[in-house]
């Protein structure tokens, strides 16, 4: 079975203060896929990215920027100088092997303060 | 940008009724998910759906759920008979091809029921 962990329910930062979310995950698959979605306070789920297992390369996207370590089973997101239009929830996702499902982590929710 | 699109984006039933909820998903996509979010918890995988077929579904996908995908374009997911705890949120999403491909989400449809 698999299993998407985010430790962190909630964090509170102030505007510009730089920000990494948590994800560890479990799965017994050697190909797999992660995820991470964006829910703001309008409901919709954004997607953000998407990292298969053999790729191990951070990726940085603008201010955002994911660290993948296969050694720890961790997949965390870092946004630099947060902004207020960053608060939302964040989502953690795993995709199953044979590719027809997620699985999600119960998500942190982000508050960026003015 | 092509996007799914999902009608109602609220519907209020009562206990005991049948509810179809509807999506669009993105023109060329050939695989779909049906995914569901109780108030404030994570968001959990309901089904999917490839070639007219269901390819994965979950516990909860019981004998009151159904889906199917009368014409080209839309995507339905039938409640038989709502129950109070079928209140949540309801996520359509597609993908073009299956494994590994990313799950693009539309809007919702939050279901009440009473």
């Known amino acids: 079975a698999q299993k998407v962990t985010q430790a962190q329910t909630e964090i509170s930062v102030v505007e510009k203060e730089d920000v990494t979310l948590d994800c560890v995950y479990e799965?017994?698959?050697?190909?797999?896929?992660l995820f991470w979605y964006k829910q703001p306070p309008s409901g919709e789920l954004v997607f953000l990215i998407r990292?298969?297992?053999?790729?191990?390369q951070n990726e940085i996207s603008g201010r955002y920027s994911w660290n993948f370590q296969k050694s720890t089973s961790s997949f965390n997101f870092t946004i630099t100088a947060s902004q207020v239009v960053d608060s939302a929830v964040y989502f953690c996702a795993l995709l199953n092997n044979a590719g027809n499902m997620l699985t999600f982590g119960g998500g942190t929710r982000l508050m960026v303060k003015p | 940008e092509p996007e799914v699109t999902q009608t109602p984006s609220h519907q209020v039933t009562q206990m005991g009724q049948e509810v179809i909820l509807r999506c669009v998903p993105i023109?060329?996509?050939?695989?779909f998910y049906w995914y569901r979010q109780i108030l404030g918890q994570k968001v959990e995988f309901l089904v999917s759906?490839?070639?007219?077929?269901?390819?994965?579904k979950s516990e909860i996908f019981d004998d009151q759920f159904s889906v199917e995908r009368p014409d080209g374009s839309n995507f339905t997911l039938k409640i038989r008979s709502t129950k109070l705890e079928d209140s949540a949120m309801y996520f359509c999403a597609s993908s073009l091809a299956g494994r590994g491909d990313t799950q693009y989400f539309g809007p919702g449809t939050r279901l009440t029921v009473l």
């Open positions: 759906f490839y070639n007219n077929e269901i390819s994965e």
């Open positions: 990292r298969n297992s053999f790729d191990e």
């Open positions: 799965t017994r698959d050697t190909t797999y896929y």
């Open positions: 023109s060329n996509h050939l695989y």
